[in-house]
């Protein structure tokens, strides 16, 4: 491996400042105001953000965490100019197929911890962090669309040596594991999605065999996304745009 593909052991240690200063914007947390009787209707009730604040403060170890995430072994590598992230856990049978696993947004590898253990008695798993998200930040540059990730992560299949393997993704992850296949289709055997996101492409025409239930289905999901991607768009460093069928360049994690 050249110096630009050396992989390097990697290992969780959050400064005690970085988790004294988030406990102390928790504890001073100004809360709104709220209508008798609203519920859910209009977002989050107060009652239930104050007891998920409660939660972080009193009931999460972030410390034991940090422990069960670090008994993965970990490494980053830079590609393409950006650092990677990943876990690279093999499977006791030398003879296993890997297995390149894609979480979604906004997540982390962490989404994938409860399917390590059963998953690792058949493949050999790499778990990497996408670019932007957890630690493979910060961001190095713009446009790290669906299709560069691909090409960073065929990449890293390279350097730990898998020349055959199969790619799963879920949510932003569905987007990158297709473009694996169209990248490298004599090396990828296989791909499984979950959490498939489509959209329309606004073609004339294309809603015409949609029964009455999916338009409506469509026309509420479109309602509930009103707010949401303008919000989204507005915010900094954030830029949503309508997704095209191969191209996703999702925002870079808080």
């Given at each position: 491996m050249t110096e630009k593909t050396s992989v390097v052991p990697f290992h969780i240690n959050v400064a005690q400042a970085e988790l004294?200063?988030?406990?102390d914007r928790l504890t001073q947390t100004r809360w709104?105001?709220?209508?008798p009787g609203v519920g859910w209707s209009r977002g989050t009730p107060v009652a239930y953000a104050r007891e998920l604040?409660?939660?972080w403060l009193t009931g999460f170890d972030r410390r034991a965490?940090?422990?069960?995430?670090?008994?993965?072994p970990q490494f980053t590598t830079v590609i393409d100019g950006q650092t990677?992230?990943?876990a690279h856990v093999r499977s006791?049978?030398?003879g296993a197929l890997p297995l390149l696993l894609l979480h979604g947004w906004p997540s982390s590898f962490v989404e994938l911890l409860d399917v390590i253990e059963p998953l690792a008695k058949?493949?050999?798993?790499?778990?990497p962090s996408l670019p932007g998200f957890a630690f493979s930040t910060p961001l190095a540059e713009p446009g790290w669309t669906a299709a560069r990730m691909a090409g960073a992560f065929v990449e890293l299949m390279t350097v730990l040596g898998y020349e055959r393997y199969?790619?799963?993704g879920g949510d932003t992850g569905a987007f990158v594991a297709p473009e694996m296949g169209h990248l490298a289709p004599e090396r990828v055997i296989g791909i499984h999605l979950n959490g498939v996101l489509s959209f329309p492409a606004g073609v004339e025409g294309e809603d015409a065999q949609l029964s009455a239930v999916e338009r409506q289905r469509s026309a509420e999901l479109e309602e509930a996304t009103a707010g949401y991607v303008p919000i989204q768009s507005r915010s900094p460093q954030r830029r949503l745009r309508p997704v095209q069928r191969r191209e996703l360049e999702p925002p870079p994690a808080p």
């Open positions: 004294d200063a988030l406990r709104p105001g709220e209508l604040v409660e939660h965490q940090e422990r069960r995430l670090n008994e993965l990677i992230h990943f006791d049978d030398p058949e493949f050999h798993l790499v778990i199969g790619v799963q």
